[in-house]
C-alpha cells in the first residue's frame, strides 16, 4: 500500500508554527512592539491589518475537550465555535491587544459576542460583509464597511493608513496566493511530492504567522519541494469539501491509507488564498471586490449556487476520483450545501463519503469508513 509521501525541510516548519502558534504570536509581538488582532472568519480584510501595522490571527479551536463554553454558548452549536470560545475563556489568547468578526454564521457570530462581554479588548469591531455576495449593491456596500474599517483600524493605532501601506499590503498578500497556489499545482502530478496534511498545515500556518515571514518559507519550501523526484502514485485521489478543517489526525489518517487529498474547498484549504486583488486607483474597492469574488462560503452561497462550477473545476483540474464531503456538527449553511454538491458529484461519476466533525474526530471510527470508501474507487478504477 502506498503512503502519501511526507516532506521535510522548510514544509516540517509550518506544522510546527501552527502548533506553538501563540509562542510565535508573543514572540513577534516582543519583536516588533505591535500589537495583535485576534479574528473571526476569513472574510476579514487583512491587507488592512497588514498595513496598520498590526499582525492578524485567526482564532481557532485546538481539538481537546472543554468543560467551559457550557454557560456562553448553546451545546447545539457546532464544536469549532464551542472550541474557539473555549480556548479564549481559558486564557490561550490573553496576548490579543483586540478581536473582531466579519459576518459569519450564527454560531460563530454568537461565540465572538460572548468572547466580546467575557474578554474585553482594546479594540472590538464587527466588520459587516454582506451575506449575499452576488447583488449588485453588495460592491459599493462593502466599500463602505471597508472605509469604516480602516477609519478604526487608524483611530485605534494611532497610525495613518495611506494608500502606499494599503498597495504594499496588497503586494504581499497577493505573492502569498500566488505562492501557495504554486503549491498546490504541485499537487496535480501523478506522485504529488507533499502531502494534503502538509498543504493543509502551510494554509494554517499562514492565518497566523506574519505573511512576510510565511512568504519566505513558501519560497524556501517551493525551491525543496521542486526538487522532489520519484515518490509514490496514490491509491486514490481525493478533494476535501465543507465546513472548517484543521484537524492534521484526521488527514494523516486517510493519507496514511494510501490516499492523497490532492486538493480542497474549505476555509482553512484553497477558499482562503484562492483569488488575489486586482489592483484599481480605489484600492478600498479593488478589496471590496476580492472578498466578493473569492470562492464563496455557503454562508454567502444560497440560490445562485456559485461555488460548484468553482469545485467541478478543482475535480478535473486535480484528476480527483472521490470527495470526502465534511461537516461540522449542527453546521447550518454546510447541512443545506452537502445534499446539492453530493447530487453534481454523482452526476460527475465522482463517489462521496460524508463525514460528520465533533471537537474530536472519532478516528477509529472513520477509519473503517475512509478504508471501505477507497476500497469502493478502487473497485471501480478495476472495473473501468
Known amino acids: 500500500m502506498a503512503v502519501a509521501v511526507k516532506s ?16 510565535y504570536a508573543k514572540e513577534w509581538k516582543k519583536r516588533t512592539g505591535g500589537k495583535v488582532l485576534g479574528y473571526f472568519c476569513t472574510y476579514v480584510p487583512e491587507e488592512l491589518i497588514e498595513a496598520a501595522g498590526v499582525l492578524p490571527v485567526r482564532i481557532m479551536g485546538s481539538h481537546e475537550p ?42 460563530i457570530r454568537q461565540a465572538y459576542a460572548s468572547w ?39 483611530k485605534w493605532t494611532g497610525q495613518k493608513i495611506s494608500d502606499d501601506k494599503i498597495d504594499k499590503a496588497i503586494g504581499v498578500y497577493n505573492t502569498n496566493r500566488r505562492l501557495m497556489r504554486e503549491i498546490y499545482d504541485l499537487r496535480k ?15 494554517v500556518a499562514g492565518q497566523m504567522m506574519d505573511k512576510k515571514e510565511h512568504n519566505k518559507l513558501l519560497e524556501q519550501a517551493l525551491t525543496e519541494l521542486k526538487k522532489k523526484t520519484g515518490g509514490n502514485e496514490p491509491s486514490s485521489r481525493l478533494i ?13 489518517m486517510v493519507e496514511s491509507l494510501g490516499a492523497s487529498v490532492v486538493v480542497d474547498d474549505h476555509c482553512t484549504g484553497s ?41 467541478e473545476k478543482l475535480c478535473d483540474d486535480w484528476k480527483v476520483q472521490g ?24 452526476e460527475k461519476n465522482i463517489p462521496s463519503l ?21 476500497e469502493m474507487i478502487q473497485q471501480a478504477s478495476l472495473e473501468f
Open 66 to 107: 472543554e468543560d467551559v463554553t457550557e454557560p456562553h454558548i448553546y451545546k447545539m452549536y457546532c464544536p469549532f465555535c464551542r472550541d474557539c470560545l473555549a480556548q479564549g475563556l481559558k486564557g490561550r489568547y490573553d496576548y490579543l491587544d483586540g478581536v473582531m468578526i466579519a459576518h459569519s454564521c450564527t454560531h
Open 271 to 311: 477558499r482562503y488564498f484562492w483569488n488575489e486583488v486586482v489592483p484599481k486607483d480605489n484600492r478600498l474597492e479593488a478589496l471590496a471586490e476580492r472578498y466578493l469574488t473569492r470562492p464563496a462560503c455557503p454562508q454567502k452561497d444560497w440560490e445562485e449556487r456559485t461555488r460548484w462550477p468553482h469545485i
Open 8 to 23: 521535510g525541510g522548510a514544509v516540517k516548519q509550518f506544522g510546527a508554527i501552527r502548533q506553538n502558534r501563540h509562542e
Open 354 to 374: 460524508f463525514l460528520e466533525f465533533d471537537v474530536l474526530v472519532p478516528v477509529g471510527q472513520f477509519r473503517t469508513r475512509v478504508e471501505a470508501f477507497l
Open 240 to 252: 476535501i469539501i465543507g465546513s472548517e478543517d484543521d484537524d492534521t489526525e484526521f488527514l494523516d
Open 323 to 346: 470527495a470526502l464531503l465534511i461537516q461540522q456538527k449542527f453546521c447550518d449553511p454546510h447541512e443545506f450545501d452537502i445534499p446539492y454538491l453530493n447530487k453534481k458529484l454523482q
Open 116 to 154: 466580546t462581554i467575557h474578554l474585553p479588548t482594546s479594540f472590538q469591531y464587527y466588520f459587516s460583509m454582506p451575506a449575499k455576495v452576488q447583488t449588485p449593491l453588495a460592491k459599493p456596500f462593502l466599500t463602505s464597511e471597508m472605509k469604516a474599517f480602516k477609519a478604526a483600524l487608524e
Open 189 to 203: 502530478s501523478a506522485t504529488p511530492p507533499i502531502s494534503g496534511m502538509e498543504s493543509m498545515e502551510m494554509v
